[in-house]
C-alpha cells in the first residue's frame, strides 16, 4: 500500500458546482473487494494510486451546488480520504442530503444507508416473501443480513441465520429476535444443518456467501422457493470461484434464483428511510455497527470483512462530528 | 433389462372407471432419467421391474370413464406396454382427449405435448422475452429447444442455437430459421464462441444442457439477463453435478435464473394449443420428430437421448394407427 497526500484548498472553485466535503464515516463493503478485479463489473475497476471510493457520511464545506450549501449533513459517493472535492455529475447526482439527523449519522452507511437499502429492497422485491415463510439468511449478523433478518421477522416468516462466531449467533437469537441461528463453522456437514433447522424446507433463501454454502441450501428449498443473490462474500478473493454442484435442484424444486444490485430501486428509497427509521424507532429493529477510527484503519477493515472480524456493520470513522 | 409379459383382457372392470388404452406412441423424454435415480424429485422414483411411464398417444379401446370412450384418441401417462389399463384417478385425470386429429397423432408426444408446451410456457412466461432481444438457446434441435427457438423467432428476438452436430446445425439454420448456429462439440472455449455469436451478449438463455455450457452463458449475459432453466441433460448420467463456477455473475448482472416445471402451468394449455397449431398450419413453424418403431426399442431410445443421438423429437412407434 502506498499512502499519499496532497494539500487542498478547502474552498470549491469559483464558479463551479463542486462539492467539498469533510468525509465522518466510511461505508466498509464486501462489494469493494470486485472494484479491485482487472475484469470491469457494474462499476470501473480501481486504478493503482487512485483514491478508493465508496459511500461515506460527509458535512459539507463549501458548495458550488444549488442542492447543498455548508453544514449540510450529506451521504453520497466519496474517497477514502480526509476530504472530498466532488466535481462531476456522478459524484454530486448520487450525493444526497440527511433528512433525519435524530439518529448516529454513522447508521446512514448501514441502517438507512445502501447496505439497509440493499436489505429492503431485495427482500420485499426480490423475494417475493409471505407470512409464515421459511427464510434463511447467511452472513446473517452482517450489515444486511442483520435487516434482512429483521424485515422478515417483521413479516411473519420464521427465520434462521447463520454466522462465523458464536458471539454473532447469540446475537442472531437475542438482539435481532431470529428463530434460529447456528455458527456454520461448527457444522461439518452443512447440508445436514438446514435439514435440521428447516425440517420442512426453505421457501426464501438470501444469499451472501456463494459457494459452499449455496450449494447445502439448494437441495432443502422447497417447491417455488426463491434465493435473492446479493452477494457470495466467500467467492470474492478466490481466484476461480467454487462451483455449485446442486443447480438441477432448480428445475426439480422451481426455484427462482435472481441477482440483484441496490441501485436498481431507487424508486423504493423513500419508503425504505421512513419504514426503517420509523421500526428503528419504535424498537421493532436493531442495528449493531462495528465502528473503528481513523482512516488508516480503513485498508484493515475492508481485509476483516472476509475473514468475518467484524461484529456488524464495519464503519471506518474519519473524523469526529 | 428384464423383459416381462402377462395377459390381460381387453376390458375395463365392471362398474369401474377405469381406461383401457391400445398405446401408439410413446414420448421419450431426458426427464424420465430422473426418476430412476432414488432420491425422488417431483415424481417418484421407477422401482425396479415397475413398467416404465411416460407421455403418450394412445388410443381407448374400453372406458367406464364418464369422459373417455372407446375410439377416443387420447394422450396422458402411461406405461411403456402395448395396452395400459389405468385404474386410478391420477392416470386419468392427467388424460386428455386429442382435439384436433389434422395433424400427425406423434406430434402430440412434441408439438402439441408435453414438450411443446414445455417451450411455449418456459418461453413466454419465464424468459419475459421482449422483441429485439439475444436469445439463445442450448440443444436446440431437441424436442423443446426446436420450439423455443421458433416462438422466439416469432416474437421478433435474434436467436441463436446450438447442437452437437452439423446435421442439427444446419436444420437449425434452415428449417428452424434461426440467425445462426454452431456446433459445440466443435467449440474449443465455448465462452468465446457464445461471445463471438453475441457480441453484445445474451439477454435470454433457455437453459436444456447445462454444466459447462450454463458456465460458458453467464459471463456472457447482459444486464437484468433471464435464464430459464428446462433441463441440465449433461448432468443427468452423472453421480454428482458438476460445479458451475460463474454464479457471482448472477449478481453483478442481476440476472434472474429460473428453474420450472411444465404442469405448473396448465392454465396456459388451450391457448398453447391453439396458438401453436395455427402457427403449424400456416407453416409458421416447423417441427422435426425422430421415430422409431417398436417397443423394444424404447430404452436404446431414451439412452440415445443423452449422446444426442436423436434428431428432433425422439418417438416410439409402439403400434400403427
Known amino acids: 500500500m502506498v499512502a499519499s497526500s496532497e494539500t487542498i484548498r478547502l474552498e470549491v472553485p469559483n464558479g463551479s458546482k ?31 494510486e487512485q483514491v478508493i471510493e465508496g459511500d461515506g457520511v460527509s458535512i459539507v464545506l463549501d458548495s458550488g451546488h444549488p442542492n447543498f450549501k455548508a453544514g449540510d449533513y450529506v451521504r453520497g459517493f466519496v474517497g477514502w480520504e480526509e476530504y472530498s472535492l466532488l466535481t462531476n455529475t456522478f459524484h454530486t447526482d448520487m450525493l444526497s442530503k440527511i433528512k433525519y439527523t435524530d439518529v448516529p449519522l454513522s447508521y446512514y452507511t448501514g441502517l438507512l444507508g445502501m447496505p439497509g437499502m440493499t436489505a429492503y429492497a431485495g427482500f420485499h422485491e426480490i423475494c417475493s416473501p409471505k407470512k409464515g415463510e421459511y427464510v434463511y439468511v447467511s452472513a446473517a449478523s452482517g450489515a444486511v443480513g442483520q435487516l434482512v433478518g429483521q424485515y422478515a421477522k417483521l413479516m411473519g416468516c420464521y427465520v434462521v441465520g447463520s454466522a462465523g462466531s458464536n458471539e454473532k449467533v447469540h446475537l442472531l437469537k437475542t438482539k435481532f429476535g431470529l428463530d434460529a441461528a447456528f455458527n456454520y463453522k461448527e457444522e461439518p456437514d452443512l447440508t445436514a444443518a438446514l435439514k435440521r433447522y428447516f425440517p420442512e424446507g426453505i421457501d426464501i433463501y438470501f444469499e451472501n456467501v456463494g459457494g459452499e454454502m449455496l450449494d447445502a ?78 482512516l488508516h484503519n480503513a485498508p484493515a477493515a475492508l481485509i476483516g470483512l472476509f475473514s468475518g472480524r467484524n461484529v456488524g456493520k464495519q464503519v471506518v470513522m474519519v473524523a469526529h462530528e
Open 18 to 48: 463542486a462539492v467539498l466535503l469533510k468525509n465522518l464515516y466510511l461505508s466498509i463493503d464486501p462489494y469493494l473487494r470486485m472494484r479491485m478485479n482487472r475484469e470491469e463489473n457494474y462499476f470501473p475497476s480501481f486504478q493503482p
Open 217 to 294: 441450501v439448494l437441495p432443502n428449498m422447497r417447491m417455488n422457493g426463491r434465493v435473492a443473490v446479493c452477494g457470495m462474500i466467500s467467492q470474492y478473493n478466490l481466484q476461480k470461484p467454487q462451483g455449485v454442484h446442486n443447480l438441477p435442484c432448480l428445475i426439480t424444486k422451481c426455484i427462482r434464483m435472481q441477482g440483484f444490485l441496490v441501485f436498481q430501486h431507487r424508486h423504493l428509497h423513500e419508503e425504505f428511510i421512513e419504514t426503517t427509521r420509523r421500526y428503528f424507532k419504535e424498537g421493532k429493529i436493531a442495528y449493531v455497527e462495528d465502528v473503528v477510527e481513523g
